[in-house]
């Protein structure tokens, strides 16, 4: 089942998750329903939080990057293996170089900004049977749990830009007399759209401009 997408503006997506324990209720449906809301969303990630469950759970499909990026042979193989589920993880050092790459959010509709990260992380997280697994990332793998892993600690990439920038965001949804807070996804064929909740407004008639987001 397809959920609607939390928005930029709702208060979830400012909270820390909770960590939860293997007897979640309906797990491997929430697991299923996250992946195929990612998918019909062209996402490479997704957050608990970013479908309103204020868990510390995300799911990664980074296979897409590969058609679009330039990259090494090392990082296409990488890349295009890496589809995990990331349940109550800790990142625990991040190393390297700062570096900027251009993101996108599913919560943050028509805003891409460069964000700075370091280049290389340690991670522990438990898959979705619950063993506990260890991986070193760097590069866009990195990158795309970073910015999961700040969804689950309520932290948007809009946190990380100047204030200038966020009040840039802002206005477009006072001006636009929209208070945005939710997003519902609507897969007609290949047609998506995706309304502002309390505006009925509708924006993105198609995938254009959305894909990568995460
Ligand atoms: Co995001």
Redesign the pocket.
Known sequence: MILPIVAYGSPVLKKIAKEITSDYPNLNQLIDNMWETMYASN?V???AP?IGISIRMFIIDASPFVDEELMDEKEVKTLSNFKKIFINPKIISEDGNLWDFN??????PEVREDVLRKEEILITFFNENFECEKLKLNGLAARVVQ??Y??IEGI??TDKISSFKRKIINNFSINNKIRITKIGTIVNGKDRSVILADSGLQIFPNNKGYFH??
């Open positions: 996402g990630g997704l957050a970013q993101e996108g959010c599913l919560s943050i910015h999961e700040d969804h948007l990439f987001n995460f």
